[in-house]
């Protein structure tokens, strides 16, 4: 992983992109930018951050990332509201791992004012 642009495929650092986010305290101002930084939490390994930004009512007790994936990159395919003047969203998008891909429609909220993710429908 270079430092030169962020996992989530924008051409920030991590650091000045999804890693603000990851330590707090800003929060993701849209559905994407939230979808963005817990993909990039996947790639870091960030449990704890993937649980903080999980809608409460459909969050997991604990969550077990597999060490051993490798995640390659994020596509987004698609987005439905999700801005600053929404309390809804959804994101549309492919993450590609080592040795295949994720593609996944997913739904977001704001709870207190931060988006979180609800849950997703896998396509195709």
Do not use: N
């Not at 698609?78 to 996944?104: C, I, N």
């Amino acid at each position: 992983m270079t430092t030169r642009s962020c996992p989530c495929g924008l051409p920030q650092t991590y650091d000045g992109c999804c890693g603000r986010y990851h330590r707090g305290p800003a929060s993701a101002p849209t559905a994407e930018a939230l979808m963005r930084s817990r993909y990039c939490a996947f790639v870091k390994g960030d449990a704890g951050y993937l649980l903080r930004t999980w809608h409460p009512r459909t969050r997991p007790e604990r969550l077990d990332l597999d060490p051993g994936m490798r995640w390659t990159g994020l596509e987004i395919l698609g987005t439905g509201d999700g801005s600053a003047f929404h309390t809804t969203g959804t994101v549309e998008f492919r993450a590609s791992y080592r040795g295949g891909s994720l593609h996944e429609l997913s739904r977001f909220e704001r709870v207190d004012g931060a988006w979180v993710y609800v849950d997703g429908d896998f396509v195709g």
